[in-house]
């Protein structure tokens, strides 16, 4: 049996640029799979199903809630968002490093269901560079900027709940630390029991 892949979570407050980061990442590390998510918020200009998102309606999303298809899900900002669970088992089971980005209140849940997994909170480098980025994506309101400040606050105060916290100061700067992070986790010790059983045993005789 392979030896199981890497469950990576990459989180962080809402505008802090998961999405830029994670897409550059997955082009560095070739060994990374990104987890395709279910969401019922409606597809942007450019996106495609099955690539960015499985795009679904509220009620074949709570059907996959009550039949526990979910390693974790959440609503943002009033749409539902969630990690499908075979998928991700499957592909950790056959070797493949994991990436989930996903909002911090799925990255707890998953601490709970996958403790094993590698929790990486993204953070800006200021919260003038958080506000300027919310504004400058152009999609949010007064009010609606002000709620993800406050909930940036809040989940930023559970950021010690994480493995590593990663400043995005610049994209690639933000992606070589997380490559570092990911090839350190690899050759933990931990993870590496039977390759040391092997070699005690051959060399044992
Ligand atoms: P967007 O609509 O801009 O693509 O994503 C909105 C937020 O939902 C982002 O913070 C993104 O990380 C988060 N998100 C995307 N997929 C998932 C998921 O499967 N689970 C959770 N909990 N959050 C997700």
Redesign the pocket.
Known sequence: MAKPGLLVVL?GP?GVG??TVCKALLEKDPQLVL?V???T?KP?PGEKEGL??YFVSKEEFEEAILAQDFL???E??G?Y???PRQKVEKMLQQGRNVI????P???L?VMKAYPQGVFIFLLPPSAADLRSRIILRGTEDQESLQKRLAAAAQEVAQAEKYNYVVVNDRIEAACERIYAIIQAEMLKVSRNKELLQAFAKEVGG
Not at 100 to 103: F, N, T
Request: overall charge positive; hydrophobic content about 15%.
């Open positions: 989180s809402s998961k999405g987890s998510s279910k969401t918020r942007r960015n998102y974790e899900y959440a943002v900002y749409h968002y969630g990690t989930l980005e996903i909002d209140q799925g990255a849940q």
